[in-house]
């Protein structure tokens, strides 16, 4: 497959980093809203999020600043606040209280919801299979659609999570150095041209 420009500025942010930083699931939270494409009311929601430590627990925890949280993402204050003095489109921040599998109550994290979601993946440039409602399984590689991407305005493509693949974020090289600067925790970046099913493990 063959890669364009845009692809080199453009970077997949992943969660990584220690085996000390715990995975999250929702407790007792409706969490349907998050996967909406959608802006959440939040008098619909029951504030703080409960969250829970999930399996496999770590044996000596460390909160990082960028954390798993069932296929949404948990970010402390810092990132919050990196990413709304950047203006990132689209994004909202609930409080969460994060409840330790040994009891502790852990706040100043957030939940994440990243209703700004485009079908921005080349569909002529991928490596992968589409369903019937256009999500991409086993995705290997792939190529950003440059005519889409160029037609909307920068603002609101600073950050992007693909339709395509959900789990999927992704940061223009500005927001990726912004974060860079501040040497944030719990994060691993891969450039889209460099990007395939393995970049995670490297």
Known sequence: MEHKELDKEYYVMSVGGSNNYPLLSWGRTNYLPFIMEEPIEERDLKLPL???????????????????????????????????????????????EIKSNKGDTILEHYAMH????????????????????????????????EKLLNEIPFEQRKAIRLSEEPTMLLVHETIYEAIKTEELTGITFCRVDEWDEGAMFR
């Open 114 to 145: 990243f209703w700004n979601r485009l079908a921005a993946i080349d569909k002529k440039n991928y490596v992968g299979k589409m369903d019937r409602i256009g999500l991409i399984m086993d995705l290997g590689k792939f190529s950003l659609n």
């Open 50 to 96: 409960e969250i829970l430590f999930d399996t496999p627990y770590p044996q000596k925890y460390e909160m990082a600043d960028f954390l798993s949280l069932n296929a949404q993402y948990a970010v402390s204050e810092r990132l919050k606040n990196l990413f709304e003095k950047n203006n990132i489109y689209g994004v909202q921040f609930f409080p969460i």
